[in-house]
């Protein structure tokens, strides 16, 4: 059974850092395609970055030059690392891994960013 659990998120001053962790088991990491998500309540969940089985990475126009994802495939982890955080960076993070039908979700880590 593939599991995804994240970790890391909290409480942080804006223009503060955070660095979320994302750890997979029950899969080889490696194979797959790897995204963070957000959602704040009432809104749809939005995409923030992703990086490929190659290691390509893309980012939403909001976040880069902050945030930077990496990828351990050894470790089966998967990282966010968020530098001068904003308000409007407030969310639930959620770590997503997708390789054609398979789309494996964690349960989500809050980041609230305080101004």
């Known amino acids: 059974q593939v599991q995804l659990v994240e970790s890391g998120g909290g409480l942080v001053q804006a223009g503060g850092s955070l660095r979320l962790s994302c750890a997979a088991s029950?899969?080889?990491?490696?194979?797959?395609?790897v995204g963070w998500y957000r959602q704040t309540p009432g809104k749809q969940r939005e995409l923030v970055t992703t990086?490929?089985?190659?290691?390509?990475?893309n980012y939403a126009d909001s976040v880069k030059g902050r945030f930077t994802i990496s990828r351990d495939n050894a470790k089966k982890m998967v990282y966010l690392q968020m530098n001068n955080l904003k308000p409007e960076d407030t969310a639930v993070y959620y770590c997503?891994?997708?390789?054609?039908?398979?789309?494996?979700w964690g349960q989500g880590t809050q980041v609230t960013v305080s101004s």
């Open positions: 990086i490929t089985r190659r290691g390509g990475t």
């Open positions: 029950g899969t080889v990491l490696s194979i797959y395609d």
């Open positions: 997503n891994i997708w390789l054609g039908p398979q789309d494996y």
